[in-house]
């Protein structure tokens, strides 16, 4: 089938193309349709939604690893998800299942950051309506809009622990995506190397130190994400629900 096959000949992604700015609308016209009806959406039960949506994410994903393996683009150094963006869908699934808050904190940040630049300028070869546009679209976009429903719908909301928690989280996993890399010759989260094509990257300095320049930018666009989503003293709704961590 042409839709899944391996060549972006016929078909190749164009970057701002018709059905890139279509996705981009369809992006902005979701998340401000979450928060405009946010107070109907409370009072509808929306669990079943959740699931569903989160078993939709976990076949979109296998089919895309059986994809790579069928068209013979699986590779070891570069087809593991392990990337920021496949931790914020792995995030976002759990999130899901769950409602655990401790998910949310380091999903909406990931998510939010890590998902809209992919968005925006996507490393993509295939166009709509190929199976691989239609799993990075539906992917990225649930990267967003779920931590935002999560805070404008069932009221969660970052604590400045949160970025703390990110910057933990983020600490913990790198030595683990590092020791990974070695084994397979691979850049996951580009702590490896620099991509080769140009990129932020070139201006946070050479290698190793680009590292610790792209967290501490992290950090810094996760403490603006804090600020503009934490909870204001003069909120006039109710205080969000309770939920373990």
């Not at 201006?203 to 666009?221: N, T």
Request: charged content about 15%; some cysteine.
């Amino acid at each position: 089938m042409g839709w899944f096959s391996g060549s972006s000949k016929n078909n190749p992604f164009e970057m701002f193309s018709e059905s890139h700015v279509i996705v981009l609308a369809i992006l902005f016209i979701v998340s401000a349709a979450i928060f405009l009806f946010r107070r109907k959406l409370r009072r509808l039960y929306l669990r079943f939604v959740e699931i569903s949506l989160a078993i939709t994410l976990i076949i979109f994903e296998t089919l895309y690893q059986i994809w790579q393996v069928q068209n013979e683009i699986w590779n070891r150094s570069s087809s593991i998800p392990l990337e920021l963006c496949n931790i914020s869908l792995f995030l976002t699934i759990i999130l899901l299942f769950t409602r655990r808050r401790i998910f949310y904190e380091i999903l909406l940040f990931t998510g939010l950051l890590g998902a809209s630049q992919a968005l925006f300028t996507p490393i993509l070869s295939y166009d709509f309506p190929h199976f691989r546009f239609l799993h990075f679209f539906f992917t990225h976009l649930m990267m967003i809009w779920v931590p935002l429903y999560f805070t404008w719908v069932q009221r969660y909301r970052p604590t400045i622990w949160s970025v703390i928690k990110l910057f933990v989280f983020l600490n913990v996993l790198m030595p683990l995506i590092l020791f990974i890399n070695k084994l397979t010759d691979g850049n996951y989260m580009f702590l490896s190397r620099k991509p080769e094509s140009t990129s932020l990257l070139d201006y946070l300095g050479p290698y190793p130190y680009y590292i610790i320049s792209m967290e501490g930018l992290l950090i810094c666009l996760s403490l603006i994400v804090w600020l503009l989503f934490r909870e204001k003293s003069t909120a006039k709704e109710k205080k969000p629900k309770s939920f373990s961590n």
